[in-house]
T-cell receptor, first 111, second 111 residues
Framework: GQQLNQSPQSMFIQEGEDVSMNCTSS?????WLWYKQDPGEGPVLLIA?????ELTSNGRLTAQFGITRKDSFLNISASIPSDVGIYFC???????????FGKGTLLTVNP | DVKVTQSSRYLVKRTGEKVFLECVQD?????MFWYRQDPGLGLRLIYF???????EKGDIPEGYSVSREKKERFSLILESASTNQTSMYLC??????????FGSGTQLSVL
């Protein structure tokens, strides 16, 4: 099956720093989604990307759909303590009903 | 806003018990999914349903069954709970091919 490699696995940063994480695959996707999960909660959708090259922002978050359609990245600018959590990428191929998820990036922000 | 509601946040059951996890969505979504989430393993798909009375096995269906008698409700059944089914269970739903929305999760402990 398809696999997504998400990196880094974890990050420990200072408040105010920018953060970057990415997902890569050997497969082509036609949709990329980025989620954030707070401890003990379900993942919440942050950004959805539908076109190669698309760059989309949601507040301090920016995500891009890679031009090869095999990767995506998420940037968080000027991090704050409430950015703490696990960030997941997910990709979908064609009309396949299943999404493929990365294993997540655990972000810790030191005030 | 889309609402995906899981009936219990925390459940404690004994080995061998039959366990029902219920999920309800209020947005007339065709597709519904059950995942389990374990540390280091990410999100793994147990079963999904692309419409009423339809179901398909995901990546780890062993020990589970599902029921989708009404469009808004998708139930996950553990016929005989075992300790290795202790996990966080996440329900999700979406309009066909669109963004996936998650519930808050059920943390199940099997003793």
């Amino acid at each position: 099956g398809q696999q997504l490699n998400q990196s880094p696995q974890s990050m420990f940063i200072q408040e105010g720093e920018d953060v970057s994480m990415n997902c890569t695959s050997s497969s082509i996707f036609n949709t990329w989604l980025w989620y954030k999960q707070d401890p003990g909660e379900g993942p919440v959708l942050l950004i959805a990307l539908y076109k190669a090259g698309e760059l989309t922002s949601n507040g301090r978050l920016t995500a891009q759909f890679g031009i090869t359609r095999k990767d995506s990245f998420l940037n968080i600018s000027a991090s704050i303590p409430s950015d703490v959590g696990i960030y997941f990428c997910a990709g979908q191929i064609g009309s396949n009903y299943k999404l493929t998820f990365g294993k997540g990036t655990l972000l810790t922000v030191n005030p | 806003d889309v609402k995906v509601t899981q009936s219990s946040r925390y459940l404690v059951k004994r080995t061998g018990e039959k366990v029902f996890l219920e999920c309800v969505q209020d947005m007339d979504h065709e597709n519904m999914f059950w995942y389990r989430q374990d540390p280091g393993l990410g999100l793994r798909l147990i079963y999904f349903s692309y419409d009423v009375k339809m179901k398909e096995k995901g990546d780890i269906p062993e020990g589970y069954s599902v029921s989708r008698e009404k469009k808004e409700r998708f139930s996950l059944i553990l016929e005989s709970a075992s300790t290795n089914q202790t996990s966080m269970y996440l329900c999700a739903s979406r309009k066909r091919g669109w963004k996936l929305f998650f519930g808050s999760g059920t943390q199940l402990s099997v003793l």
